[in-house]
């Protein structure tokens, strides 16, 4: 069954940090970019990160950059988002996304579950 | 970045009605556009790509079209489950913005 699972969300204060995880099965996981995107009330939905499939290069969205960290372990079929510095903007579901490249652009083609991060005192 | 405005916010349509959602991109993006569906309580879904390219598995009352900055989702006629919200979605530049969402109700 091909699918993504996230795993680590919950309440953590501020100035924490956090680490979610994601499971993928059902498909080639090296040969695949993954992403994190998120969604809150207020900001609607955040494209965060990305990850190439074998050389894992990276790149960040503004938001993020230099809070958070994107890894994977292509052996273990797992997606991580280190989460650092963590603010109540940062307050979302957090989604493990597959990206597919096309012709002239790419999509998110694969989401998982969601994994609910809440960042209060 | 990219700004992607969709439109209308909210509508409201009955079973087997035509609908149609604009969405509008602030620099043109040639067709690298994406629409989800995201059903309440789920993740979103991608129904379509490179504009007007429909998804594997989705049903064809789905359509999409435009290039540019200009770009329309179609749902031919209304099921039940399609009452939920849309979202368009660039892929031309990151940080691959997504629209505000368009929430489809039943009247």
């Known amino acids: 069954q091909v699918q993504l699972v996230e795993s680590g969300g919950g309440l953590v204060q501020p100035g924490g940090s956090l680490r979610l995880s994601c499971a993928a099965s059902g498909f080639v996981f090296s040969d695949h970019y993954m992403s994190w995107v998120r969604q809150s009330p207020e900001k609607g939905l955040e494209w965060l990160a990305y990850i190439t499939g074998r050389d894992s290069s990276v790149y960040y969205s503004n938001s993020v950059k230099g809070r958070f960290t994107i890894s994977r372990d292509n052996g273990e079929n797992s997606l991580y988002l280190q989460m650092n510095s963590l603010t109540a903007d940062d307050t979302a579901i957090y989604y493990c996304?597959?990206?597919?490249?096309?012709?002239?652009?790419?999509?998110?083609?694969?989401w998982g579950q969601g994994a609910l991060v809440t960042v209060s005192s | 970045d990219i700004r992607m405005t969709q439109s209308p916010s909210s509508l409201s349509a009955s079973v087997g009605d035509r609908v149609t959602i604009t969405c509008r991109a602030s620099?043109?993006?040639?067709?690298?556009l994406n629409w989800y569906r995201q059903k309440p309580g789920k993740a979103p879904e991608l129904l379509i790509y490179a504009a007007s390219i429909l998804q594997s598995g989705v049903p064809s009352r789905f359509s999409g079209s435009g290039s540019g900055t200009d770009f329309t989702l179609t749902i031919s006629s209304l099921q039940p489950e399609d009452f939920s919200t849309y979202y368009c979605?660039?892929?031309?530049?990151?940080?691959?913005?997504f629209g505000q969402g368009t929430k489809l109700e039943s009247k």
């Open positions: 620099q043109s993006i040639s067709n690298s």
């Open positions: 979605q660039e892929s031309y530049f990151a940080p691959y913005t």
């Open positions: 996304v597959r990206r597919i490249y096309y012709h002239s652009g790419s999509n998110f083609d694969l």
